[in-house]
């Protein structure tokens, strides 16, 4: 039987892969005081921290029942693979105005784990 040994190789399955995974990030936050009124909150995102925010969705600050939503939430799905980092920050909305915005926060992409190394394979004749 005659053995032929074929080189080892580095497989190319992160690069691959990082082409076509999305990412989500979910954002909570703690509900205002109810005696604010609020009645959304505004959810802005950047590429860039303390500038260049853009408000992407509004969020409502009570329930169905007309009570304040206990832990308000946004999530930001489907993201494309190699955008990013963003940047977020919220705003809360009452009749009166919207507030500056909260303290901001970062969600970086999501690392694919490096490929395996030294993969070796075996070719051999008959059994």
Not at 57 to 77: F, K, L, R, S
């Amino acid at each position: 039987m005659k053995k032929v040994w074929i080189g080892s190789a580095v497989m190319m399955f992160a690069l691959f892969c990082n082409g076509l995974m999305a990412w989500n990030v979910k954002l909570q936050w703690d509900q205002n005081d109810p005696a604010e009124n609020i009645t959304e909150y505004g959810v802005y995102k950047s590429t860039a921290s303390g500038t260049g925010f853009n408000k992407i969705a509004t969020v409502a600050a009570n329930d169905a029942a007309g009570d304040p939503v206990a832990q308000p939430e946004y999530n930001d799905e489907n993201i494309a693979a190699g955008l990013g980092p963003f940047f977020y920050v919220i705003t809360a909305v009452n009749d009166n105005g919207e507030s500056d915005f909260s303290n901001e926060v970062r969600a970086d992409e999501p690392l694919v784990p490096t490929a395996p190394v030294g993969l070796t394979i075996e070719v051999s004749l008959g059994p």
